[in-house]
């Protein structure tokens, strides 16, 4: 059962263009969000996370908003560079539950 | 460095033979998980331990898989009569607190294993 889906497996932006990568989730259990980014070779890192009591919480050039009606929630990243590009997890848990359940990923691209 | 350690990086076994993968949580953590990540998918939720109590297992976890966690420290991950759909990576992650409370996750860098 996939409860958290990333739809989009790749995304190529512009250097200093914006990147917005989305996320939609099914269990409204869920309750805290997280952005972890992989680079090959590696484990995920975590990047960014936001709780269900806000609708977006920014860190540097990594903003991330949730809106729980429609149950997504979207990284965006300004300026983008090259340096970001690796794969982008979306996770997800809730109160009663002891593992965080992740999306298949987007793979971002930032072009010089 | 005191992240998550993960040993070995990469093995490639025989179908039918058995492999153990070790983890090395970072030294303050008392929480510990398995996850399996397969090509092109997100992390999979395997197994969990807080200390040495292994607290939840995943239907993904089928009988030839055993985890252990002796003392509260590093963990092994057995797998018995490996199959080829086996093939993974295995990914090491450890908290301080529980994940209900808002605490991330710090992985390792993973075991890639192949089973020819």
């Known amino acids: 059962d996939q409860q958290v889906k990333q739809n989009s497996p790749s995304l190529s932006v512009q250097e200093g263009r914006i990147s917005i990568l989305n996320c939609d989730y099914t269990?409204?259990?869920?309750?805290?969000f997280l952005w972890y980014k992989k680079y090959p070779a590696e484990g995920p890192t975590f990047l960014i996370s936001?709780?269900?009591?806000?609708d977006k919480n920014e860190d540097g050039r990594f903003t991330v908003f949730l809106n729980k009606s429609a149950k997504h929630l979207s990284l965006h990243i300004v300026p983008s560079q090259p340096g970001d590009s690796a794969v982008y997890f979306c996770?997800?848990?809730?109160?009663?539950?002891?593992?965080?359940?992740f999306g298949a990923g987007t793979r971002l691209t930032v072009k010089p | 460095d005191t992240g998550v350690s993960q040993d070995p990086r990469h093995k490639i076994t025989k179908r039918g033979q058995n492999v153990t993968f070790r983890c090395d949580p970072i030294s303050e953590h008392n929480r510990l998980y398995w996850y399996r990540q397969t090509l092109g998918q997100g992390p999979e939720f395997l197994t969990y331990f807080q200390n040495e109590a292994q607290l939840e297992k995943s239907r993904l976890l089928s009988d030839r898989f055993s985890a252990e966690r002796p003392k509260g420290s590093f963990s092994t991950l057995e797998i018995q009569r490996t199959e080829q759909g086996d093939s993974a990576m295995y990914l090491c992650?450890?908290?301080?607190?529980?994940?209900?409370?808002?605490?991330?996750?710090?992985f390792g860098s993973g075991t890639q294993l192949s089973v020819l």
């Open positions: 936001i709780s269900s009591i806000k």
């Open positions: 269990n409204s259990m869920f309750d805290y």
């Open positions: 992650a450890s908290s301080s607190g529980r994940i209900a409370t808002n605490e991330k996750l710090f």
């Open positions: 996770a997800a848990s809730g109160y009663n539950n002891n593992d965080m359940r």
